[in-house]
DNA sequence: TACTAAACAATCGCGCACGATTTAAATGGA
DNA sequence: TCCATTTAAATCGTGCGCGATTGTTTAGTA
């Protein structure tokens, strides 16, 4: 394999360079945003003693318990190396039970306890609070989550061929 | 403080709560791209023995050195409780240099060894690589990178507030 | 029915990320 | 000059994130 690499539009060498650059910043724009916004939400997320990962763990559970951990790694593009130790967590501070499926042995099925759905009610006012740190109007806002999920979905496409190549 | 919130513009309650719902998925996105960007990176990545933050790191240094770990830090968004375990083991790689600063002995003068330099070449197929692993075309990530950018230098503001809160 | 293969979760090791604290050096007055 | 304050980096503890491996259960098949 040389350095011609087959991209979608043809180009000049130029222009070329200039997209290779802006897929660089773009990149790190990306790695940095994800980062930011996880502090912003720290001051939100602390009185419920949860971090954002166990918050969106929480979330996905909130809309479908039981889960197993493979479908909330699904849900969250975690595997059972993370959510293993995470939802013991979650377990070990009284929010969910974990308990292996009598149907199929394999399978740990997660669940709010009580008090995991009693959380729910103090986490409603999170997202209104976080929409105040954002610092985009609400064109932006639809822009960005628009052009981001299309992004998200091909990059989960690029991931997932590159996974069944081994 | 109510449940009441700031919001840039007027809205009605419906439109608010859509705007909150996209906000959340938005910042789930943002948590899922960089996730997904990082594990394309590391196919690349793994042969020039790096991770992602220490190819941030060396892209640093290759653009400025020396270096002291504070300029590194503002440049990446990290502190030093991340920065110096991760210099360290460039360092243990050979890649580059740590020495404190004769002039100011507070400040440690980070560089790149003759090898961190050769690696630079190595690194130099990476970018152009990792753009065909991106599933937008030039003007997508053109308009991505631009709102991306904006984002973030709003969020850097949001952060900064709330570091000067205490 | 045996025996292999696949699926699922857990575990291990390593590296990032950060809040809080500590240590050391420089700075700026009284 | 002396001392309090500030600045810079390192350290500590906890929690993500993942590649690789392991152990167990289920499914598929000869």
Redesign the pocket.
């Known amino acids: 394999m040389t350095t011609e690499t087959t991209t979608r539009s043809k180009q000049t060498p130029a222009q070329f360079a200039g997209v290779v650059k802006l897929d660089q910043q773009l990149c790190f724009a990306l ?1 940095s945003a994800s ?1 930011l916004m ?2 912003l939400y ?1 001051p939100l997320l602390d009185p419920l003693g949860l ?1 954002y ?2 918050y969106l763990a929480m979330l996905a559970l909130w809309e479908r318990a039981p889960s ?3 479908e909330l ?1 699904e849900a969250l ?11 013991k ?1 979650l377990e070990a501070g009284g929010l969910v039970t ?1 308990r292996r499926d009598p149907a ?5 099925l997660v669940e709010p306890t009580a008090k995991g759905q009693a959380l729910r009610e103090q986490a409603r006012s999170v997202p209104a609070a976080m929409l105040c740190n954002l610092p985009l109007d609400a064109d932006e806002l639809k822009s960005l989550h628009h052009t981001l999920t299309r992004f998200v979905s091909g990059l989960r496409k690029a991931d997932a061929g590159r996974a069944n190549r081994d």
């Open positions: 790695y980062g996880t502090r720290r971090t990962p166990q197993t951990v493979g790694g593009g975690l595997d059972s190396a993370t959510l293993t130790p995470l939802l967590r974990r199929d042995e394999r399978r740990v």
